[in-house]
């Protein structure tokens, strides 16, 4: 099994509907991220917690907001999607080293 | 503002050559620099991490140098295979926290037959 597992893998939606992705990891890690991916730039940070009762900001997080439900569980929500939010997002535990998830392909029309 | 620069964006080689991918950055202070290896549709993978007192690591037919003199690294890849082909993404970490990682807009490989 991955040890770090993100659903959907795939999502079409529509401009203004709410949005949420899932990450899970088994990794037993406290620290996880969110990043986000677009064509031809390095991927930036959306959102990172360092563990349950903590939730920090990352350089884009406008737009988005997160949930660390437990340990093991990081969602990543997208309150009223909109076209430019169109992206791969990817989520990623640490230790020294990140595990990074597949990736979700996000479109909004 | 601290940066990573590639280079070159994109590169193709035939297979069973070498190549070299280049890395600058401006990060200070310097935490570690990592190479990931991404292929296409999927999540990056961890390929090599160095600190500030290493000059080279290898893994595998990768070996990633560093010069912390100069602010470079790279990535020297052997005997290329078509596996190879992918993108490989420079990342510096920064400061004391885990959330400040730069990453670089990567390097295009592809290894043709």
């Known amino acids: 099994d991955a040890d770090v597992t993100q659903t959907p893998r795939n999502r079409i939606t529509k401009t203004g509907k709410r949005i949420m992705l899932e990450c899970s990891q088994t990794k037993g890690h406290d620290r996880m991220y969110w990043y986000r991916q677009d064509p031809g730039l390095g991927l930036r940070l959306i959102y990172y917690s360092f563990d349950v009762k903590d939730i920090n900001k990352g350089e884009i997080s406008d737009g988005y907001s997160v949930s660390r439900q437990a340990q093991a569980k990081f969602s990543l929500s997208l309150e009223s999607a909109i076209p430019n939010q169109t992206a791969l997002y990817f989520c990623a535990t640490t230790d020294n080293e990140q595990f990074f998830g597949p990736g979700t392909r996000l479109t909004v029309l | 503002k601290n940066q990573v620069e590639q280079s070159p964006q994109s590169l193709i080689i035939l297979e069973g050559k070498n190549c070299t991918l280049q890395?600058?950055?401006?990060?200070?202070?310097?935490?570690?620099l990592r190479w990931y290896k991404q292929d296409t549709g999927r999540g990056p993978v961890s390929l090599t991490i160095?600190?500030?007192?290493?000059n080279t690591k290898s893994n595998g037919r990768y070996t990633a140098t560093l010069d912390a003199d100069t602010k470079q690294s790279s990535l020297h890849i052997t005997a290329s295979q078509l596996s190879d082909s992918a993108s490989y993404i420079c990342v510096e970490t920064y400061g004391g926290s885990q959330g400040n990682l730069i990453f670089g807009k990567g390097t295009k490989l592809s290894v043709k037959p």
């Open positions: 160095m600190t500030f007192s290493e």
């Open positions: 890395c600058n950055y401006t990060v200070s202070p310097f935490s570690n």
